[in-house]
Nanobody, 125 residues
């Protein structure tokens, strides 16, 4: 059974850090790019970051560049999103998703084949 399961969300103060994990099963993980998206209440789903199938290339939204780092461990079928210097505007449900193609359109959620259920990240004092 194909699954993407996010974990690591929670409540953190502004300036704090969290590391999200996305554990995959049921498909050939190392053949897929993995993206992180987020959706805040009343807003559209936004692409945060993406990593190629090999891990050799990464992309970031301008809003998180320099603060977030995406990585993957294909031996563990897991992708990580290290989030530092968190801001209240980072508050959202974070989703990981798998895409069989990696490229300039990485932030378009319509291109992703498989999705996790999401994990809540709340940045508040």
């Amino acid at each position: 059974q194909l699954q993407l399961v996010e974990s690591g969300g929670g409540l953190v103060q502004p300036g704090g850090s969290l590391r999200l994990s996305c554990a995959a099963s049921g498909f050939r993980f190392d053949a897929y790019a993995i993206g992180w998206f987020r959706q805040a209440p009343g807003k559209e789903r936004e692409g945060v970051s993406c990593i190629s199938s090999s891990g050799g290339s990464t992309k970031y939204a301008d809003s998180v560049k320099g603060r977030f780092t995406i990585s993957r461990d294909n031996a563990k079928n897991t992708v990580y999103l290290q989030m530092n210097s968190l801001k209240p505007e980072d508050t959202a449900v974070y989703y990981c998703a798998a895409n069989s193609r990696y490229g300039s359109a990485w932030s378009d959620p319509r291109l992703y084949n498989y999705w996790g259920q999401g994990t809540q990240v709340t940045v508040s004092s």
